[in-house]
């Protein structure tokens, strides 16, 4: 039977006159039915665990704006509490970690075996969606890359430059290293059961990718996608794997034959004509408005996502923006951008 969903299709590599849509974030703050079912749950964490209320927020902005793209409600930084750090939010600030600093703290993680004892929850919230989502909805399923997560487990919370985990990186390479390895064996075991439960296709989201000059980046944000994209296709030969090195700069040139992801997601620091040039030419890219316009709206919102969507008609193409949605976002753009998209 041919393709029938659009996201699908980009991913397979069909040029579409209207590109499938959605949004990183899409479940979040700027929604007042999202505050609503996180303050039923209590917080951000019990959210994430509660299969049913998790599969409740992935879907509210399928039923208001009719993506064609769901992305499972969890966080990347589950799977360092499923191997056993501490984990907590702190309101207004962002996530807290217990540290990695030595071997000891490293040898005190749980096996890779372990983390499904945790994780079972994001499984069953996969399960309730690919039962529940409307036939042209493609679910996505998602983990941080391991560099990126690497950098939370080792700081113990979010840092502007992630000089902790560069520090780790320099003064003791092998317990470096050995984490990176332990999160990449984690993350394939993670997506594979989220494959399972009903994920349609998988993202791997290196945030802090953009930190790792040259040499770094190729050992560590480019390897470690390669080895999940290639694990993951071992196993599940048909499901596309979305990668995502935000803010690579050149290193997004070539990223797909690289790690062999069937898709390459653009941050807004690069211009959609030069995404088109450099990478569009090897398969799919997805992107690449500012979420900025999601705040200001208007007609730079409308110019703007014509621009990028005309920039990307020659090839392959799922429109989405550089980076997550703001708290601050007003509901109203993301329709104003979605009109703009589909009345091409
Ligand atoms: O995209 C989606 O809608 C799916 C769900 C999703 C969340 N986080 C929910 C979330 C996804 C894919 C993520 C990824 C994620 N989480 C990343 C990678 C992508 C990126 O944004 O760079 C990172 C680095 C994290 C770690 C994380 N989670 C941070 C740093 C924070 C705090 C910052 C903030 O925006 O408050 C979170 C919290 C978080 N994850 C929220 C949501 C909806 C907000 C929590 C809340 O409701 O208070």
Redesign the pocket.
């Known amino acids: 039977m041919a393709e029938t969903k659009k996201l699908l299709r980009a991913l397979a590599g069909e040029v579409q006159d209207v590109p499938p849509i959605w949004m990183?974030?899409?479940?979040?703050?700027y929604l007042p039915e999202y505050r609503a079912t996180?303050a039923q749950a209590g917080d951000?964490l019990s959210l994430c665990y509660n299969p049913e209320l998790a599969a409740e927020v992935t879907l509210q902005p399928i039923r208001r704006y009719g993506f064609d793209a769901a992305?499972?409600?969890?966080?990347?930084?589950l799977v360092p509490q499923a191997l056993g750090a501490d984990l907590w939010?702190v309101t207004g600030e962002?996530?807290r970690l217990s540290t990695i600093t030595q071997q000891s703290d490293f040898d005190a993680l749980k096996p890779v075996d372990a983390i499904h004892e945790t994780l079972s929850p994001v499984y069953e919230t996969v399960r309730i969606l690919s039962r529940e989502l409307p036939s042209e909805t493609t679910l996505i399923g998602?983990a941080?890359a391991p560099w990126?997560v690497a950098t939370y487990m080792i700081a113990g919370r979010?840092t502007p430059d992630q000089g902790p985990a560069h520090a780790l990186r320099e003064e003791n390479t092998a317990l470096f290293e050995a984490l990176l390895d332990r999160i990449t064996a984690a993350t394939i075991e993670y997506l594979s059961m989220q494959i399972e439960a009903g994920a349609e296709v998988v993202k791997i989201?290196d945030?802090w990718a953009g930190s790792l000059k040259g040499d770094d980046f190729r050992k560590y944000a480019v390897e470690p996608c390669r080895i999940i994209t290639q694990a993951i296709k071992a196993r599940h030969p048909d499901i596309p794997v979305i990668g995502f090195p935000?803010e690579a700069g050149d290193g997004y040139v070539g990223f797909a034959k690289a790690t062999g992801v069937d898709c390459v997601a653009l941050d807004n620091s690069v211009s959609p004509e030069w995404g088109a040039a450099h990478v569009q030419v090897d398969g799919c890219v997805q992107g690449n408005l500012a979420s900025k316009h999601m705040v200001t709206g208007g007609q730079a919102l409308i110019d703007e996502t014509r621009h990028i969507v005309e920039a990307f008609s020659k090839g392959p193409h799922i429109f989405n923006l550089g980076?997550?949605i703001t708290p601050d976002a007003d509901p109203e753009n993301v329709q104003l951008m979605i009109d703009t998209v589909r009345s091409r």
């Open positions: 990183m974030r899409q479940a979040g703050r996180r951000f992305i499972l409600f969890a966080d990347i930084l939010f962002g996530p998602f941080g990126t979010g989201f945030s935000r980076h997550g």
